[in-house]
């Protein structure tokens, strides 16, 4: 199986930054222990497709001395593992590529029989679905469904959109995150670009709209989208959900670690509403990895240098792990 294939995004660290798995809070204590990570996805991957490509992703990967595995658990609007939450929603129980099988308990146990840490990826994050009109989640639950200003379901790069402001569909994704901490021996769990996150188009649904007029004196949201305080209103309930995820898991295993991978600042805020530095400086991030795509080397380290001397505190620097992209076929 060639490189390309088992392992399609990869990020590493520039500098070696400290970084301790077992911390927690604003106490934590901080190690000199790098993290060295690589995201296995089941997009233009066929390494999770069988229990012998496992074992082999996961030798290539120690080979390579990564000590960390990001795995998807959560994309395409199913799962990686067998989910009762998913198919209560959408009477699918897994990704049908997997059925009979739990890729993500078999890679658990050939990631740590080899001392590499294993955290869950929820890549599709408030996604429902990728060009398919909100496809089967939204079908279940039509009230689950994102709006722009002209009411119509927000659909961004392709990807339509559940509405993540909404306690329900906030529930919906913490419920999936939480059977995984629950359940499997993971050592952590990673938001990405879609969680929490939403297009900065989105916010004009009924339940959004009421709830900005309780906390506006009755006023209607702006029109404009891109209005500076509402752009910042619906990032702080973004922000408040990170809480919900950071504290939840915690009270379930304090040992997990909270990671996210969002998108660079502030075209993260202004597109998708993740203001990630807050995130961290608000001790909601125990580990953040900016997706820090660049196709020049000199343009990576430039935006390299503004997180770490504009965005990041110098307390809390050693939580800072850029990401990486590898060009794969014609894709990148």
């Avoid at 990967?61 to 939450?85: D, Q």
């Avoid at 209607?220 to 919900?244: C, G, H, I």
Wanted: with cysteine; glycine share 6%; charged share 25%.
């Amino acid at each position: 199986m060639k490189l390309k294939t088992v392992l399609t995004r990869l990020f590493i660290p520039i500098f070696v930054l400290s970084f301790l798995f077992s911390s927690c809070g604003s106490g934590e204590e901080i190690t000199n222990e790098a993290v060295r990570g690589v995201w296995l996805t089941n997009v233009d991957s066929k390494a999770l497709n069988s229990k012998a490509n496992i074992i082999e992703a996961v030798e290539l990967c120690n080979e390579l001395g990564f000590n960390t595995i990001f795995v998807v658990t959560w994309n395409k609007a199913m799962t990686t593992f067998p989910s009762k939450v998913v198919k209560e929603i959408t009477g699918i129980e897994i990704d049908t590529t997997f059925t009979g099988r739990d890729p993500l308990k078999e890679l658990i146990e050939e990631a740590h029989s080899r001392n590499i840490k294993v955290i869950a990826w929820f890549e599709f994050g408030f996604s429902s679905s990728y060009n398919e009109n909100g496809g089967i989640i939204l079908k279940a639950k039509p009230e689950w469904a994102s709006k722009d200003s002209a009411g119509t379901l927000v659909k961004k790069n392709n990807f339509e959109w559940m509405n993540g402001f909404h306690p329900e569909v906030q529930d919906f994704l913490l419920s999936i995150i939480m059977e995984v901490v629950n359940n499997y021996d993971i050592d952590g769990i990673q938001g990405d670009d879609r969680l929490p996150a939403m297009p900065s188009e989105a916010g004009y649904d009924d339940y959004t709209v009421n709830l900005f007029k309780q906390q506006h004196n009755g006023n209607e949201p702006p029109r404009y989208s891109k209005d500076n305080a509402w752009v910042q209103w619906r990032a702080d309930l973004l922000t408040d959900f990170m809480r919900r995820i950071y504290e939840t898991v915690k009270a379930a295993k304090s040992n997990v670690v909270v990671s996210m991978a969002p998108s660079i600042y502030p075209w993260s805020k202004e597109e998708y509403l993740q203001d990630w530095t807050a995130w961290v400086e608000k001790g909601y991030v125990e580990l953040i990895c900016p997706q820090l795509y660049r196709y020049e080397t000199d343009r990576y380290f430039v935006a390299l240098d503004e997180i770490i001397n504009g965005q990041i505190s110098e307390r809390n620097i050693h939580k800072f792990y850029p990401g990486i992209l590898l060009k794969v076929g014609s894709y990148y």
